[in-house]
């Protein structure tokens, strides 16, 4: 009983510790993205970023020993979620940092829970509750305000 106990805390303390990380590091891409483009163009920033996770995906792939069986539709359907995904999306979002500043380029992003559950009910056809409702306008009324004070 106290080994499974023990075994429990440390997965979710690993959990946690993660989870953090990942939000430390995806923080700070805002700060050293605005410093960046002082002296790399957004879109530029964007396509070196994109080449870089491409070529350090496919290096820990061969290294697995994965061999990727993707027929042409599957990586036609890739390419295009990920442009839309990640290289419209990614690149609007660097040219609201460097436009604006760090602080406002966040608290921005973080109103992407509210469009979540827009595109879920648009696209999947998922209920909107009076609850999400609820959440949704204080999520957009929170970060509006919050972006309006930092100007």
């Known amino acids: 009983m106290i080994q499974a106990y023990n075994s429990i805390m440390k997965k979710n303390t690993v959990g946690i510790i993660s989870g953090l990380t990942a939000t430390s590091i995806w923080g700070a891409m805002y700060v050293i993205s605005k410093v960046v483009m002082e002296v790399i163009p957004p879109f530029s920033l964007l396509t070196s970023r ?3 996770g491409s070529l350090s995906l496919l290096a820990i792939a061969f290294f697995q020993g ?3 069986n993707i027929n042409k539709k599957t990586f036609v359907q890739i390419l295009g979620v990920g442009f839309i995904g990640y290289g419209i999306s990614l690149g609007f979002q660097f040219v609201g940092t460097h436009l604006s500043t760090a602080a406002n380029g966040s608290l921005v992003t973080s109103a ?6 827009i595109f879920a009910a648009l696209i999947l056809k998922e209920k909107i509750t009076n609850k999400h409702l609820i959440a949704l306008s204080e999520r957009l009324k929170t970060t509006s305000r919050k972006c309006s004070i930092l100007k």
């Open 112 to 117: 992407t829970p509210a469009f979540v559950l």
């Open 66 to 68: 994965k061999k990727l």
């Open 50 to 52: 994109l080449i870089l």
